[in-house]
């Protein structure tokens, strides 16, 4: 099947979408040492699919991974994970069988850039075989957020100082395994079932099943070529090679003549067609984008990412770098929200790496639930849903485990058992047993602290009377429960728990888990009686339906009220956990070139759970989430205890930080919070952005600047409430969010006066 199109619609067309430079991330020079970290900061999603950003002809050190947002398996490993599927980007050109590859020849000119106004990932390079021929190739690929199974390549090919024949070969990978670098986790999680032709025209198509619970996922691909506007690839051969499939064609080229290679690719699972009607779909979508054309398609799908920023963009005026790095993160977060299925929740990682198998954890609902909320509140629904849908699971992990109502996973998937694995075994081979399942409880209050967020910001009470309350009553019970009554204390505690500092595990009474336990008890009595005050027939039915009555409620109110709250005698000080203060008091004093703290020496003597030492923000992040419940000498005097012995081992903790530390007038080390955080991933700060992109992070940057410098709120009432603290260099701030419906724009200058006004 043969099409004419624009001639060269690379360079007339599409080559001008190209954005200005304030929103392109550049890979300026190859290194293949850095593959795997630009591969993350390259991956392209649109909530239904994702690909790491890995070249097309493929090189030595890469994992080119393909994710279908819920496509889970588990199959010889610990735990249901994203799988990644067949990978449909491969194109290779060859001069006499030699490949024109990043490296297989010599190096004249390498660009690459990410576009993160239009989600694109632009390529230009000049290349020189060993016998002195140059190539040039500019070109780019997307992954259509108009059609979301639709993923576009265009190459525009320049022979420079030769003539000749080029070989094209066009690949689907079906061999692709997840840990594909790690010889002992490797594992496949699919099965091929098709390796054939598209359809009479050509093309390839693959299917493969998951092996698990055999979900069918067909990915199929067109290429075509160009040279003013006429098709010119001849030879079509098409050849199935086990698990790869590979279409062969050629072309004859001269000396300064552009040709346009185009490749079309569209994937549907078992999840959205019948499995018998895949290989239709895929074709047909195939046929219609051929139809439609590239150019079509990726105006249609800048379109879309215009849509997007316009709500979503945050405008800093004389910070260009930080800037640029905020909108990186919003870039991935907002990529891979989606806004129809309630199905799906948003991996740690997003669908930018194999890291934490694509789980969803307490990140969601702390740290990206409030952009979401107030930036796109349909994607919002759409995550606390998720919840909703799985409630029947985390009553069945509550029941199991010997607790009541419901106990949320750590790790969550598609189905909502718990993923997190009981034992970790090492890269040496050494297995361990793994206890954050069995202590790390306070997901259940994150869970129930989101439903309240989400219902406060947005105002959506249809959901929350429908769904979240059933979700909070469930949740308290499990606290309920989950509290033991110390009968010679005359107190509830919460023993052999972990706190958001996993380096101490188990503790008893973690003051933040005691504290949010107490707060989704309360909160729970609270909107009982209020909905049996203002509407008594909805009362009714959910106490009916949840089998809650009145003495149940006066027993919530009673374990809230003696929860143990450990505090530091005579100070303002909580105690992280019962017994933290006995530990070896450490403190940070040195920091690294990127003002990230170096690991004291103290270190090398004693492990880091005999000393005062923590991952992350614990008592910090309860102070950020129940701001209300302490006064501003006690915030203050927590986040300079606490930040001197934080050595912020996870990405959450920065943010937080940055957020608290304005709170307590620590203005100028907010602000260095908040570029270690938004530049994470960017300058590989934990040397491991190679496993995908911090996608709390990057929820935690955009509350610290509309939370944090913006000061903006919503109380209990549903109000606006906007005290800004801007940094002293800043000229001015702007942002958009949904609050009543009515979407603003708000500007706030340097003065800290600031402008709001409905759009």
């Known amino acids: 099947m043969e099409r004419k199109d624009s001639i060269n619609v690379f360079e007339d067309k599409i080559k001008v979408l190209k954005s200005t430079d304030e929103f392109i991330i550049p890979e300026s020079l190859y290194n293949e040492k850095e593959n795997l970290k630009f591969e993350s900061l390259f991956a392209l999603s649109n909530s239904y699919l994702g690909i790491r950003g890995s070249h097309e002809e493929g090189t030595k050190i890469s994992l080119p991974y393909f994710y279908i947002n819920g496509v889970f398996d588990k199959s010889e490993t610990f735990m249901r994970e994203l799988a990644t599927l067949p990978n449909p980007l491969g194109i290779r050109f060859y001069i006499e069988k030699e490949l024109i590859g990043v490296e297989n020849c010599e190096i004249l000119e390498y660009l690459r850039e990410l576009d993160i106004k239009n989600g694109i990932l632009w390529k230009s390079i000049i290349l020189r075989d060993s016998k002195g021929r140059e190539t040039k190739i500019d070109g780019c690929r997307f992954v259509s957020r108009k059609n979301i199974h639709r993923i576009g390549i265009i190459y525009n090919l320049t022979p420079i100082n030769y003539d000749g024949i080029i070989e094209v070969e066009s690949e689907t990978d079906g061999t692709i395994i997840n840990f594909a670098d790690a010889p002992r986790f490797k594992v496949k999680h699919t099965k091929t079932l098709k390796n054939e032709k598209l359809s009479d025209f050509g093309g390839n198509y693959i299917e493969v099943a998951t092996r698990d619970r055999n979900l069918h996922i067909g990915v199929g691909s067109y290429i075509e070529a160009f040279k003013e506007g006429e098709p010119v690839l001849g030879n079509r051969n098409f050849n199935s090679f086990g698990e790869k499939s590979i279409e062969f064609a050629d072309v004859k080229v001269k000396a300064g003549e552009n040709i346009n290679f185009i490749k079309y690719i569209a994937v549907y699972t078992e999840n959205d067609v019948h499995k018998e009607e895949i290989k239709e779909c895929v074709t047909k979508e195939v046929t219609d984008f051929i139809e439609n054309g590239l150019y079509k398609e990726i105006a249609d799908h800048c379109l879309e990412y ?15 770098e930080l800037n640029q790095a905020i909108r990186f993160n919003i870039f991935h977060l907002m990529s891979t929200g989606s806004s129809t299925n309630n199905s799906i929740n948003i991996g740690a990682k997003l669908l930018t790496g194999e890291e934490y198998g694509g789980h969803a954890f307490w990140d969601t609902e702390l740290f990206m639930l409030p952009f979401f909320s107030y930036v796109f509140p349909d994607i919002a629904k759409n995550l606390v849903s998720y919840r909703y849908r799985l409630l029947d699971a985390a009553k069945e992990n509550a029941l199991k485990n010997g607790y009541k109502g419901a106990q949320y996973p750590w790790e969550s998937a598609d189905d909502g058992t718990e993923q997190c694995p009981a034992y970790t075994i090492e890269p040496d081979g050494s297995c361990y047993r793994c206890y954050v399942a069995d202590y790390e409880h306070h997901v259940s209050a994150a869970v129930a602290y989101g439903i309240n967020n989400y219902t406060r910001i947005t105002g959506d009470l249809e959901f929350f009377y429908n769904k979240g309350i059933y979700i909070l009553i469930e949740t308290a019970r499990f606290w309920a429960s989950r509290c033991e009554y110390i009968e010679k204390e005359d107190r509830y505690e919460i023993r052999k728990v972990t706190g958001p500092d996993e380096w101490h595990e188990p503790v008893d009474n973690n003051v933040y888990t005691n504290y949010l336990a107490r707060w989704n008890l309360l909160y729970v009595k609270k909107k009982l009686d209020e909905l049996k005050a203002d509407n008594r027939s909805l009362y009714k039915d959910v106490l009916e339906k949840t089998q809650f009555s009145d003495e149940e409620a006066v027993e919530l109110q009673s374990i809230a009220d003696k929860i143990y709250l450990p505090k530091m005698a005579g100070r303002n000080i909580l105690e992280q956990f019962e017994g933290y203060f006995e530990l070896k008091d450490c403190i940070i004093e040195k920091h690294d070139e990127n003002d990230w703290p170096i690991r004291p020496e103290i270190l090398k003597e004693l492990t880091v759970d005999k000393t005062s030492l923590i991952k992350q923000a614990d008592v910090v992040m309860l102070m950020y989430l129940l701001e209300n419940e302490f ?24 943010a937080i930080y940055s957020i608290v530390g304005l709170r307590t007038g620590d203005k100028g080390k907010a602000y260095r919070y908040l570029r270690r955080a938004a530049f994470i991933d960017l300058l590989n700060l934990q040397k491991n952005t190679r496993e995908g992109i911090h996608a709390a992070n990057a929820g935690g940057v955009w509350q610290v600047i509309v939370f944090g410098f913006a000061g903006v709120k919503t109380d209990d009432k549903g109000e606006l409430i906007i005290e800004p603290n801007m940094p002293k260099d800043w000229k001015s701030l702007n942002f958009k969010l949904w609050h009543n419906g009515k979407r603003l724009n708000i500007n706030v200058y340097a003065d800290n006066s600031y402008k709001i006004e409905e759009i």
Do not use: F, Q, V
Request: proline letters at 3%.
């Open 306 to 320: 215009s849509k997007l920023w316009d709500m979503a963009d945050i405008k800093i005026d004389c910070d260009e």
């Open 631 to 654: 006064t501003a000498e006690e915030i203050r005097d927590n986040y300079h205890y606490y930040e001197k012995r934080t050595l912020h081992g996870s990405s959450l903790s920065p």
